[in-house]
């Protein structure tokens, strides 16, 4: 790849794009997360090879950028607070339309956010003299500009940045996906699972659990978010299945919550959905902010429920074994018959040809 990284921000201008920063900080790494951009706003040196997929697999930075006129910088400049990094799957052109797929990495901290400005190019967002935001949304960075990190004490950082911006002063706590785990049990340790393609690639019949970590910047040692809000978990189909109440309170200023589920018995692999989003029963927003309740994102987990090739290929040969024993128990009950051989056999085939018929997928999944 013959270009530098590519900073593509999103901004406070409309909820969506608030809560794809807030998606953007919260989901684990290899999730994938859309933007898009009008051309106007895509730095004009890249456009043509953006719409050509000729950047796809360039190094992104994710970043927020604060439009809020009380956040107005010297010289007009927006304040942009880097959080992720990623990867550009795809970036599909409608027109003057760019939709940009990323794959989500490591997390992006500038820890002097200050001198992070500084380093951005000429035509960063910036207003007008009619206080109108323009510039490049998209543009070119220094690949070494924002350091890639883990650890839990620079994403609250991250989260402590962004809360400071106007956009997010009134955001009442962060969420991180610590990711999904197979549990344990007396033969094994607990295993963490990596998203591929997008997807967690889950086995049937077996125990997992989704964490979940959530973080108030603006909360004490003892207290934070008030009045407590709910988080609602859900599942696209009875092949995934919670082992626990679906609504967890976010009461305290920090805290892990696990979410707990069981895959079903598939005879075939299955796209499935694992969806946290914000109790409609939480409290109402106040009077005088009433975008709050808006700004917790919806969570989405893709997962590719598949399907145990050997065990089922084991319950079809049983199945089969006893079709054909009873059948053949039926046959030679009465006696001496003619062709014994070829009747046995087409007794067992078709036996087993029914048994794999049932079992392999050759029916919808219960």
């Not at 409290?283 to 893709?302: A, E, I, K």
């Not at 319950?315 to 059948?327: F, T």
Request: charged content about 25%.
């Amino acid at each position: 790849m013959d270009t530098k990284t590519l900073l593509c921000v999103g901004s406070g201008l409309t909820p969506r794009y608030r809560l794809n920063t807030l998606q953007g900080l919260a989901l684990p790494p290899g999730s994938h997360l859309q933007f898009r951009y009008a051309e106007k706003i895509i730095q004009e040196s890249i456009r043509d090879r953006l719409g050509k997929r000729e950047l796809n697999g360039a190094a992104i930075v994710l970043g927020h950028v604060d439009c809020t006129k009380v956040q107005m910088r010297e010289k007009d400049r927006c304040f942009i607070v880097p959080y992720r990094h990623a990867i550009l799957l795809d970036c599909q052109r409608a027109g003057a339309i760019f939709v940009l797929n990323f794959e989500l990495r490591a997390f992006a901290f500038a820890k002097d956010i200050e001198a992070f400005q500084t380093k951005l190019g000429a035509n960063t967002p910036h207003w007008t003299t009619d206080s109108q935001p323009v510039g490049d949304w998209c543009q070119t960075l220094d690949s070494d500009t924002v350091p890639e990190t883990n650890s839990y004490d620079e994403w609250q950082a991250i989260a402590r940045q962004l809360a400071a911006r106007e956009d997010f002063r009134r955001q009442p706590y962060f969420l991180r996906a610590q990711g999904v785990y197979e549990k344990p049990n007396a033969a094994k340790a607990e295993v963490e699972l990596s998203l591929k393609y997008g997807q967690y690639r889950l086995r049937p019949n077996q125990e997992y659990v989704l964490r979940l970590f959530h973080f108030d910047p603006k909360g004490t040692d003892h207290a934070g978010t008030s009045p407590t809000q709910w988080l609602r978990a859900e599942t696209s189909s009875a092949l995934l299945k919670l082992n626990q109440d679906p609504l967890l309170a976010i009461d305290s200023p920090y805290d892990l919550k696990p979410m707990q589920f069981r895959t079903g018995d598939t005879n075939r692999d299955s796209n499935e959905l694992l969806w946290v989003h914000p109790e409609k029963t939480s409290p109402p927003p106040s009077s005088d902010n009433p975008t709050d309740s808006r700004l917790v994102p919806d969570l989405y987990f893709p997962i590719l429920l598949k399907s145990d090739s050997w065990a089922l290929i084991g319950k079809a040969l049983v199945l089969g074994c006893l079709l054909g024993a009873a059948q053949l128990i039926t046959v030679f009950s009465k006696g001496a018959i003619e062709h014994a051989e070829v009747i046995t056999l087409l007794v067992v085939g078709l036996s087993f040809l029914t048994a794999f018929f049932v079992v392999l997928g050759l029916r919808k999944p219960l």
